[in-house]
């Protein structure tokens, strides 16, 4: 199988506060998972690549600081959106390989939408 | 670096009808995997469909069959028999194949397509 889970589905806080977000492989181990932002009627956009046990690959322009990434086991990838501001408002999110499947295939989760006030 | 471009921005088709949507890529990489996945309303991305560079058969599921021109770097998807289902934001991909290349898995998205199906 390849279901990814993510949560909260959404979450709305305030401004200057840390929200984290959840993404589990329900069915398989994940070596390696993905984080994507998505801003209505675009694209997704990587933010970066989650290794478990090491630290988190982040795209270019992708502050490492404010969007804390941690994958701290082979099921569990957090990302916490620190000192949240409205601009960080968006969709995000994770996907995952199932590495005992043929064609290294990424599956997605529900996303989470963020709101910050 | 590569690109994946859909220059379509919405598409509109009967249902039961078929319609394709297209995608082209540039890469310089012979190695590669090419993939479509769909976003309904739901925003949740679901695979429809993936191509293997090195296989030169088109691949098919159901309704959804893809045309491979890899000289051309051409992937457009073909779905047949249109339902109301099918109403979604579909998006083009590209992967490096990591075995070959090392890379590590990365989805090169293109803008997508709005794809409606009228009842």
Redesign the interface.
Known sequence: GAVVSQHPSRVICKSGTSVKIECRSLDFQATTMFWYRQFPKQSLMLMATSNEGSKATYEQGVEKDKFLINHASLTLSTLTVTSAHPEDSSFYICSAINPTLVGETQYFGPGTRLLVL | AQTVTQSQPEMSVQEAETVTLSCTYDTSESNY?L?W?KQPP??????VI?Q?AYKQQNATENRFSVNFQKAAKSFSLKISDSQLGDTA?Y?CAF?K??LYTGA????T????I?LSVRP
């Open positions: 995997y993939f996945y739901s925003r949740q991305m679901i695979l993936r293997e934001m998006f992967m194949h990591p590590n898995s990365k989805l998205f293109g803008k997508g709005t």
